[in-house]
T-cell receptor, first 113, second 113 residues
C-alpha cells in the first residue's frame, strides 16, 4: 500500500529537549516536504526536498532542521524546541515538482511545555 | 507571493443540500489548483485538481473549475452527505515557488442528517 508514515503520532516534550520526527514514504517519490498546521493559519511549509541531498527552506524554517540522506526518509529535527513550535505537523511526498498529487502522512501532534 | 483565500466557515448544511465553498487565488505564474480534504484525525487527501485555465476537476460528486479571468476555483457539490463532513482546503502550486503547496486556511463543513 502506497503511504507516508510519520512517527511519533503524538509527542509531549519540554523546552530545549532535542527531538526528531521521522517521515518515510514507499512510493519512490523525489519530492518531500514538511508542513505545520495551526488554527486560523492553515498549513505552512517548513522545509522541502527535491531529491536526495537537496533541501531548501519553506515559509517558516526557523527552529527546524531537515536532512535527506535517502530517498524514502525525510526527518524533521527540532534542536531546541520552544512552546511556539506546538503544532500539528504533516509530512508529504510527490513524484516530483509539478502538478502531481502530494500524499500526506497522518500527522504528528507536538506539544512543547 | 502566492496566496489563497477561501471562505472560512464553519459551514453547516443539511443532508442533500447544495454546497459551494469559494476560493480565489493570487499567483505570479501559471499555477495548478487543488482541493484537499481532511477528515477528523487524518492527514490531507487530494480531492480534485486542475492544471490549466477552464479545466474542471471532479471526484466523488465534487467539482471545481479553474477560472483564470476571476482567479477562482470554487468547490461545489450538488447533494452533500453526512460523510462529507470534513475540513476542505484550497491550494495552489507553481514552479516559480518550487512547487510548494500554498493553502487557504480551510473550511470546516458539517453535514447534519
Amino acid at each position: 500500500e502506497a503511504q507516508v508514515t510519520q512517527n511519533p503520532r503524538y509527542l509531549i516534550t519540554v523546552t530545549g529537549k532535542k527531538l526528531t520526527v521521522t517521515c518515510s514514504q514507499n512510493m519512490n517519490h523525489e519530492y518531500m516536504s514538511w508542513y505545520r498546521q495551526d488554527p486560523g493559519l492553515g498549513l505552512r511549509q517548513i522545509y522541502y526536498s527535491m531529491n536526495v541531498e537537496v533541501t531548501d527552506k519553506g515559509d517558516v524554517p526557523e527552529g527546524y532542521k531537515v536532512s535527506r540522506k535517502e530517498k524514502r526518509n525525510f526527518p524533521l529535527i527540532l534542536e531546541s524546541p520552544s512552546p511556539n513550535q506546538t503544532s500539528l505537523y504533516f509530512c508529504a511526498s510527490s513524484r516530483s515538482g509539478g502538478a502531481y498529487e502530494q500524499y500526506f502522512g497522518p500527522g504528528t501532534r507536538l506539544t512543547v511545555t | 507571493g502566492n496566496s489563497v483565500t477561501q471562505m472560512e466557515g464553519p459551514v453547516t448544511l443539511s443532508e442533500e443540500a447544495f454546497l459551494t465553498i469559494n476560493c480565489t487565488y493570487t499567483a505570479t505564474g501559471y499555477p495548478s489548483l487543488f482541493w484537499y480534504v481532511q477528515y477528523p484525525g487524518e492527514g490531507l487527501q487530494l480531492l480534485l485538481k486542475a492544471t490549466k485555465a477552464d479545466d474542471k476537476g471532479s471526484n466523488k460528486g465534487f467539482e471545481a473549475t479553474y477560472r483564470k479571468e476571476t482567479t477562482s476555483f470554487h468547490l461545489e457539490k450538488g447533494s452533500v452527505q453526512v460523510s462529507d463532513s470534513a475540513v476542505y482546503f484550497c491550494a495552489l502550486s507553481d514552479g516559480a515557488s518550487n512547487y510548494k503547496l500554498t493553502f487557504g486556511k480551510g473550511t470546516l463543513l458539517t453535514v447534519n442528517p
